[in-house]
C-alpha cells in the first residue's frame, strides 16, 4: 500500500503536455493499456512551450508534474516533445515515480526503421535547438546522420483545425523539402501535436518515407515499463481518462477530440500550483 | 515630487504586451514622443496571451503591470488587444496610474476614417471573441456595421518571420475574403504584431480599404494623455528605451528589431513577480 492508502498499481498513469496536443499520447494509451487509469493535465494557462527557454520550461514542467504527484500518479508520462527534450532529466532527477518521455522512444524507433541511416527530426524551435534528438539517436548509432527543422507553424495550423488544406500542405512541403534533399529515409514527428497532420504528411512524403510517431512509441515505452516495475493495474473493466487544464479548454479541444476519437468527458480547470519540489 | 524622488514626469511610460508584438507601439510612441523614456515589458515566458480566458489575461496583466509600477511607470500602456480586450477595465480599477489601451485609438481612428459604416477587424481569438471592438464602435457610432474575424495564424507567421511570403498572402487572403465580401471599406489591425504585416496586407487589399493601425493610434492616445495630465516629460536630449523580458529572447525579437529600426538595446530578463495589488 501506498500514500492516500491506494495501491500503487491502482493508482492512475500522470500525462502532462503543455496544452492538447499531448492527448496523442492519450489515445495510444487508451489503445494499448485498456484499463489503465489516466490523469491528464495541459498547462493551457502557459502554453505553449516550444518557443520558451530551458529554464522556464523546467520550472513549469516541476510544477505540472508536482500536480500529477497530488493527483496519486503511479508514473509520469511527459506527453511534450518541449518539455521531454529540455527537462526530462530534472523531472527524472526530482520525482518519487518513473518518468517516460517521448524522445527516447521516438529515436529507438527511428533507428530500427532508418536504412540509409539517414533520419529527419521535426518539432519546435526549443526542442530542434535543445539537440536532444540528435543526441538520443546517435547514442544509440553514432553512425546514423540527422537532418532536423524547427517547423513552429505546424502546431497553430493544427490548432486552427486546418489538417487537410491547400495552405497546410505547401507549408509542410516547404518546411520538409530540405529534409528530403537531404536524403532522409525516416522522419521523426517530434511534437505531440503532429500526428493529427499524418494523413497529410504521408500523402506528400509518400511511402518511401517512414514516419515515426513520438505517441505511439511513448505509449510502448510506457507499457513496458509497468511491466517491468510490475506496476499494471489489476483493473480489468476498463480504466478512467480524466483530463484537466490550467486554463479553460477552447476550440482545439474538440479538434482534437474529433481527430483522436477520444471520450475526454467533463475537463476539470485547475490553476497551477508552485512546485514545492 | 513623487515615490522614489523621482518627478513624475521625469518617469518612465510603462508598456506591456504578451510578447514582442508590442514594440510596434513602443515604435510609435518613439517617433511621437522621442524624449519619453520607455520601460517595456514582454511576458514571453507565457506568450501568447490570444488564445487563453479572461480571468488568466487578467491576472497576468495585473502581475505585469505590478513590475512596470515596480520601475516607477508614470503611466501604463497596454500594447496587447488582447489584454486590452479582456483587462483594461481591471487595470484602470486597480492601477493607481492611468491606463491606455489599444482598443478605444483604433476605434475612434476607424470610425473617423470609414465611408460606407461598414468596419472589419482582426485579432486573435480571444480579442475577437470578447466583442471589444464591436463595443467600442458601436459606442461611437451606433449604426457602424462590424464584421470581426480571429486570425490565429497571423501571429505565428509574423513570428516565423514570413513577412512576404506567397504562403502569408494566401492565409491572409483566406481570413480576409469573406470580410471584403461583407463589403467592409475600412481595417482594424487588432493586434499589436500586424503592423509588421502592413506591406502585405495593402499589397493584397489595394488602396480601397483603410488600414488602421491600432499601434499608431494608441501612442496618438498616449501623446493627448500626457499633456492633458501635465505628464510630458521636461528631458529635451532623447528619452531612454529599456526593454525586459520574462523569458530570454529567441529570433522574433531581431525580426521585430530589423522591421521597426528599433534601437533596443541590451534586453533585461525578468522573472514574474506574484501581484501585490
Known amino acids: 500500500m501506498a500514500e492516500n492508502g ?45 518557443g520558451k527557454s ?18 496519486n500518479a503511479k508514473t509520469v508520462v511527459v506527453a511534450c516533445n518541449t518539455a ?8 527524472e532527477k526530482t520525482l518519487p515515480v518513473t518518468v517516460t518521455g517521448v524522445i527516447l522512444p ?19 524551435r526549443a526542442t530542434i535547438n535543445s539537440g536532444a534528438y540528435e543526441r538520443a539517436l546517435r547514442a544509440l548509432n553514432p553512425d546514423v546522420s540527422v537532418t532536423a527543422r524547427a517547423c513552429p507553424l505546424l502546431v497553430p495550423l493544427i490548432e486552427e483545425g486546418w489538417l487537410e488544406s491547400p495552405i497546410t500542405d505547401e507549408i509542410i ?18 511534437c505531440t501535436h503532429y500526428p493529427l497532420l499524418r494523413n497529410a504528411i504521408t500523402r506528400l512524403l509518400g511511402d518511401k518515407i517512414a514516419l515515426v510517431d513520438s505517441a505511439q512509441n511513448c505509449a510502448l515505452a510506457v507499457r513496458d515499463l509497468l511491466l517491468q516495475e510490475d506496476l499494471n493495474t489489476p483493473e ?34 485547475r490553476g497551477v500550483i508552485a512546485s514545492a519540489l
Do not use: C, W
Not at 493508482?11 to 489516466?38: K, Q
Not at 521531454?84 to 523531472?91: E, P, V, Y
Not at 512541403?173 to 517530434?190: A, F, R
Open 6 to 50: 491506494i495501491a500503487p498499481k491502482a493508482r492512475p498513469i500522470g500525462v502532462f503536455d503543455s496544452g492538447i496536443g499531448g492527448l496523442t499520447v492519450v489515445s495510444a494509451l487508451r489503445a494499448l493499456l485498456p484499463n489503465e487509469s489516466i490523469f491528464y493535465l495541459g498547462d493551457t494557462a502557459r502554453v505553449p512551450y516550444g
Open 54 to 71: 530551458a529554464a522556464t520550461v523546467q520550472r513549469y514542467s516541476l510544477e505540472i508534474a508536482a500536480m500529477l504527484l497530488a493527483e
Open 84 to 91: 521531454s527534450a529540455l527537462a526530462l532529466a530534472t523531472l
Open 106 to 124: 521516438g529515436a529507438r524507433a527511428a533507428i530500427a526503421k532508418t536504412r540509409t541511416g539517414h533520419v529527419g527530426v521535426i518539432g519546435t
Open 173 to 190: 512541403m516547404q518546411y520538409l523539402s530540405p529534409l528530403l534533399t537531404d536524403g532522409i529515409d525516416t522522419l521523426v514527428l517530434g
Open 236 to 269: 480489468t473493466n476498463g480504466g478512467r481518462l480524466q483530463v484537466a487544464l490550467t486554463d479553460p479548454p477552447d476550440a482545439f479541444l474538440r479538434v482534437a477530440r474529433e481527430a483522436l476519437q477520444l471520450e475526454v468527458g467533463e475537463v476539470q480547470v
